[in-house]
């Protein structure tokens, strides 16, 4: 019974591994660097690329597979549906094309007996599990809002094209939509700018409480008025793909220095209103939003690996149930 993660090597792709670790799983490492994975010592598999990948994945059957090699939307498809029949997925997509694409592989995914989940990630768990909770045994609520606020440590080194395109591509979705900041007062007192973003917390939002009428505000979402101003322009400029690829290989290239995370906490917080006035809030307290994100992802391999995924194409708290993010070290303060 295999665990593979995707782009072993990288900075979540080695966290994860870590995580599966202190679980006593040995994950199979994949990657495109032959020496460097040989020189892990551990079990490995070299794939470079999302087609060459999904021809392992056929003909070696892993029980699991962990994509953490980014460009969700254009890559996952593929790698997912190499998992059927009855292998499992799972990614960290957090923007909404990726995330609605892997969704749309529902009834293939149910009819081969796998479960697929995205957006195992820090953003869309840590809302979709506090609107899950409040909205348990409840008739549809009206309206939700979230807000998703990580609190995030740089280790340094360059951005790398993973992030870097999950970054633009952000971007794009801000400038094309979006509610406008607001402060958000944390329950531990400190205060955060927040600004609206159609991102993948939307669609997992959407499922949890039945509702269709989502805002979500995330703390990634830039808020100064300067940068929102020339949102648009540069929206409608990465959208050309020859722009798009330009602007990932130079962010891909920047250099970040080490930094510690800038709040105690990440959070993930919920308003549910229904037609009645009825009004209920809650939050997700977490620690360093990549640890959280790492052991949310290892958690969800580890119970796939084990079949208690609902069969289908999920987000991790309809896949799995909302404790998982308390599994994963988070708090529930409803
Ligand atoms: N939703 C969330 O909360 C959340 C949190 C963290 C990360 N993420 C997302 O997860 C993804 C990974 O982030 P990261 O920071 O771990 O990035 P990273 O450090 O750049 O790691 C990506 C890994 O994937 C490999 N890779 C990339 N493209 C590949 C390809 N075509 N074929 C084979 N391997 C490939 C890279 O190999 P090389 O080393 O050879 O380049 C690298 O090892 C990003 O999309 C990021 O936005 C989401």
């Not at 290239?253 to 037609?275: E, L, N, Q």
């Not at 391999?301 to 998982?324: C, F, I, N, Q, Y």
């Amino acid at each position: 019974m295999e665990i593979w993660v995707l782009g072993a090597l990288g900075r979540t792709g080695r966290a994860i591994t870590a995580e599966l670790a202190a679980r006593d799983l040995t994950a199979v490492l994949v990657g495109r660097h032959r020496e460097r994975l040989a020189a892990t010592g551990a079990k490995y598999v070299v794939a470079d690329g999302a087609a060459a990948i999904a021809a392992e994945i056929r003909r070696r059957r892993p029980a699991v597979v962990v994509n953490t090699i980014g460009e969700y939307a254009a890559t996952a498809p593929a790698i997912a549906r190499a998992c059927l029949p009855g292998g499992h997925y799972v990614d960290m997509a957090a923007d909404l094309p990726a995330v609605r694409r892997l969704l749309d592989l529902h009834d293939e995914a149910l009819s081969g007996g796998s479960t697929f989940v995205t957006g195992a990630g820090f953003g869309v768990l840590a809302t979709e599990a506090v609107v899950a909770k409040l909205c348990e045994g409840r008739a549809t609520p009206s309206h939700v809002q979230v807000d998703a606020l990580a609190s995030v440590a740089s280790e340094g080194g360059t951005v790398g094209v993973a992030l870097a395109a999950s970054i633009v591509d952000a971007m794009t979705a801000v400038s094309a939509r979006g509610a406008k900041p607001r402060t958000l007062v944390l329950p531990d007192g400190e205060t955060a700018k927040v600004a609206g973003i159609p991102s993948g917390e939307l669609l997992a939002a959407q499922r949890a409480s039945g509702t269709p009428d989502v805002t979500v505000f995330s703390g990634l979402a830039p808020t100064a008025p300067a940068v929102r101003a020339v949102l648009p322009l540069l929206g409608r400029l990465v959208s050309i793909p020859a722009v798009r690829r330009f602007t990932i290989r130079r962010l891909a290239a920047v250099r970040t220095k080490p930094a510690p995370r800038p709040r105690t906490h990440t959070w993930g917080h919920a308003v549910v209103t229904w037609p009645d006035g009825t009004r209920r809030e809650g939050w997700l307290r977490a620690d360093e939003a990549m640890d959280f994100t790492a052991a949310v992802v290892a958690e969800t391999a580890v119970r796939l690996a084990r079949g208690e995924g609902k069969p289908g194409a999920h987000t991790p708290a309809s896949a799995l149930g909302a404790d998982v993010a308390e599994a994963a070290g988070g708090t529930f303060l409803l």
